[in-house]
C-alpha cells in the first residue's frame, strides 16, 4: 500500500518521473513527520521539469497551512493534469482543508480510480466523507485502510475515527429553510401568443396578439427535510410568487405550488414518492389547479452513471369559463444520468404521456412524447451554471377550426447562478429562455424569449 510521507514529501527526478516515497502519519487533523523506514512502496507519476516545480509549490503551500491559495494554485491547471494521481491527491487535499468537501471528494476518487492502490488518497477520501457527514461511506474506506498495513499513529488516527462514527447517532438533525427572491427581466412574449394579426379571415383581439413587456416578480419559499434514518426522510415545500408584466397587465399572474413526500435509499437504489400541486391566478382571477402524485426509481449502476424512471399523474382543474380546457394528465419517464463530481451533472431524459379530457367533446385530449438534455456544473469556486434544452410533441385528440392539430414545442435553458455574492445565503442569477412552439393551427404558434435577472436570499 501506498502512504505519503511527512506532510505532503515528494522526490523529484529528472523527467520524466515524480517518485513519491511512501510515509504518511495524520493525527486528527495535524499531521505529523515519521520515519522513511516505513515506507513500503512507491507512488509512479509522470510528469515534467515544470510539473515537478508546480506540485512542489503546491507542497509548500499546503505545509505551511495555505490551503486555499494551493487550490486556487491547482485549479489553474486542472483540465491539464487532472488524471494524474499524485495531482489529484493534492487538489483533494487543498479542497478538503479549505472547506470544499465536494471538489476534494470527486478529486480524491478520480485518483484513486488511476492508483487504487494509493492508500494515502483514500485515507483523505475516507476524512472528506466524515467531514462532509456522509459517514455511511466513510467508515468502510477507513475499516479497509486498517487492513493495509498503516503506521502506527495513522493507525490510531483510523481508529478514532471510527470510534466517532459508531459513536454518532445515526439519523442526521432535521432541517426547515426559507427563501426570498426578486426577479426583473424583459420578454418579448408575455401572454405565449402568435404574431398573426388575423387568424382565418378575422382580425385578432391585442390580448390574443404577441405582446412584448418588462416584469417583475417577487416570491418566498419554504423548505423542510425531516430525516428518520440514513435511509430515509420526510420532505415538504411550497413557494408563493407574482409576477407584473406593465405592458401586458392582462397576463399578470400570481402561483402558490407545494409538494410533500418521502425520499428513501438502500444501497445501489434511490427513490422518492410524493404528492405536489399549484393554484395559479391570472389578471387578479383564479385560472388554473393542478393536484398530483409524483414518484421516482433509480439506481447508480456505477459510481458516476445512475439510471432513473419517473411516474407522475394529477388533475388539472380550470375556471368555469375554460372548463374544456380540463384534463387528466399521466407522465412517465426515464433517465440516464452521468455524474462528474458534485454538483457535476449531465443527463438525458425521454419523456412520454398523455392528457385526457374531461368534457365530451373537448379537443384537448392529447398524447405526449419528446426528451430533454441537462447540464448542471461548477464555473468557478461560487458559481454552477444550469443548461436544459428540450422538445415535447402533442398529438391532439380533436379538431381545431376543422383540422387536427399538433405541436412541437423545443425550449432551452441557460443561467448560471453564483453564490454569497456580497453576504452569506444572498445568491444571482442570469438567465436566458427560449420557447419555439411550432404548431400546424397558426393561432397557437409562437415564440419566445425571455432575459432576467434573480436575486435570491436564503438565511443560512
Known amino acids: 500500500m501506498i502512504w505519503p510521507g511527512g506532510l505532503l514529501k515528494i522526490a523529484m527526478l529528472p523527467v520524466p518521473t515524480v517518485r513519491l516515497t511512501t510515509v504518511f502519519a495524520c493525527l486528527l487533523l495535524a499531521c505529523v513527520t515519521t520515519s522513511s523506514a516505513l515506507a513500503q512502496d512507491t507512488l509512479q507519476v509522470a510528469a515534467s521539469v515544470d510539473e515537478q516545480q508546480f506540485l512542489a509549490d503546491a507542497e509548500s503551500l499546503l505545509a505551511s497551512g495555505q490551503s486555499s491559495a494551493a487550490f486556487t494554485l491547482l485549479s489553474t491547471r486542472e483540465l491539464e493534469l487532472a488524471g494524474n494521481p499524485y495531482y489529484d ?205 409524483d414518484a421516482l426509481f433509480g439506481n447508480r449502476i456505477t459510481d458516476n452513471w445512475e439510471l432513473t424512471f419517473g411516474l407522475r399523474g394529477g388533475a388539472i382543474r380550470h375556471d368555469d369559463a375554460i372548463k374544456t380546457l380540463d384534463v387528466d394528465r399521466i407522465l ?5 444520468h452521468y455524474r462528474f463530481g458534485s454538483p457535476g451533472n449531465i443527463g438525458l431524459e425521454v419523456i412520454g404521456g398523455s392528457d385526457s379530457e374531461r368534457e365530451t367533446g373537448s379537443p384537448y385530449g392529447n398524447s405526449k412524447l419528446g426528451g430533454r438534455l441537462t447540464l448542471y456544473m461548477p464555473v468557478s469556486e461560487r458559481g454552477t451554471l444550469f443548461a436544459s434544452a428540450g422538445s415535447l410533441t402533442s398529438d391532439y385528440d380533436g379538431l381545431f377550426f376543422g383540422t387536427t392539430r399538433k405541436d412541437t414545442q423545443v425550449s432551452t435553458l441557460l443561467q448560471i447562478t453564483f453564490a454569497d455574492v456580497w453576504i452569506d445565503g444572498l445568491s444571482l442569477t442570469p438567465r436566458i429562455r427560449y420557447v419555439d412552439n411550432d404548431s400546424n393551427v397558426a393561432l397557437y404558434d409562437y415564440d419566445r424569449t425571455e432575459v432576467g435577472l434573480q436575486l435570491q436570499w436564503m438565511p443560512q
Open 332 to 336: 412517465y419517464s426515464g433517465g440516464l
Open 89 to 293: 491527491y493534492l487538489l483533494g487535499v487543498a479542497a478538503l482543508d479549505s472547506g470544499r468537501h465536494s471538489e476534494a471528494i470527486f478529486s480524491l476518487r478520480r485518483s484513486l480510480e488511476v492508483s487504487p492502490n494509493f492508500s494515502g488518497a483514500r485515507m483523505e477520501l475516507a476524512r472528506a466523507y466524515f467531514d462532509s457527514g456522509n459517514s455511511g461511506l466513510a467508515r468502510p474506506l477507513f475499516v479497509r485502510l486498517l487492513a493495509e498495513n498503516p503506521p502506527a499513529p495513522v493507525r490510531t488516527v483510523i481508529n478514532n475515527y471510527i470510534a466517532s462514527i459508531d459513536a454518532t447517532p445515526s439519523r442526521p438533525k432535521s432541517s426547515l429553510r426559507y427563501s426570498f427572491d426578486v426577479t426583473g427581466g424583459y420578454d418579448d412574449n408575455a401572454n405565449g401568443s402568435t404574431d398573426n394579426q388575423q387568424f382565418m379571415g378575422f382580425t385578432l383581439s391585442p390580448d390574443n396578439l404577441k405582446t412584448e413587456s418588462s416584469f417583475l416578480e417577487a416570491g418566498a419559499g419554504l423548505s423542510w427535510n425531516n430525516p428518520k434514518s440514513t435511509q430515509f426522510a420526510w420532505y415538504a415545500g411550497g413557494r408563493a410568487g407574482y409576477r407584473h408584466n406593465p405592458d401586458a397587465g392582462f397576463v399578470d399572474s400570481g402561483l402558490v405550488s407545494g409538494n410533500a413526500g418521502m425520499n428513501w435509499q438502500r444501497g445501489a437504489f434511490f427513490g422518492r414518492a410524493g404528492v405536489d400541486g399549484y393554484w395559479a391566478t391570472r389578471d387578479g382571477d383564479p385560472n388554473e389547479n393542478y393536484l398530483g402524485l
